[in-house]
């Protein structure tokens, strides 16, 4: 990567060296040649200190980028522990097998749109309803005629 602060403090050299040699000489000749070096150093510096706003865009937009892209595969991660199924009480939700870290349980689908990944609760009525307690959503988990025997 070029490093732009360090050629910004070349041309400052250059334009100083270009200001003293235009001091030294009072021949019309390299007077004039110094004007024309001093003035293309001033365009080159110009540049370059575009180019380092533009490189320092550049910078943000990639840091951006690279966090974006983390949330991405942060969620994507959470989300592949989760596979669609329809239950024995005929929704589709999202499901958990279980692991170490959380037991087996299944999921809102309406909140996952929103990255979230809310557990469903038993509410605990005979109908085997279970709801969101992010949004609300009910979901016939349970098979009615299988959960109260
Ligand atoms: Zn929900």
């Given at each position: 990567m070029v490093d732009i602060a360090a050629a910004v403090v070349s041309i400052n050299y250059l334009r100083d060296f270009t200001k003293w040699v235009r001091g030294l000489q009072k021949d019309a000749d390299v007077l004039t040649r110094t004007n024309a070096a001093e003035e293309k150093v001033g365009e080159v510096y110009d540049k370059l200190q575009e180019l380092r706003g533009e490189n320092l865009d550049l910078l943000e937009q990639n840091r951006v980028l690279a966090e974006r892209l983390r949330a991405a595969e942060d969620w994507k991660a959470k989300r592949d522990q989760y596979k669609l199924v329809k239950t024995a009480g005929g929704a589709t939700v999202l499901h958990h097998g279980g692991d170490e870290r959380n037991v087996a349980h299944h999921a809102c689908p309406a909140c996952e749109p929103k990255q979230l990944l809310v557990p469903l609760q038993d509410r605990?009525?005979?109908?085997?309803v279970h709801e969101c307690p992010a949004c609300g959503a009910p979901y016939s988990v349970d098979a009615v005629q299988n959960r109260w025997g």
């Open positions: 605990g009525v005979a109908n085997g």
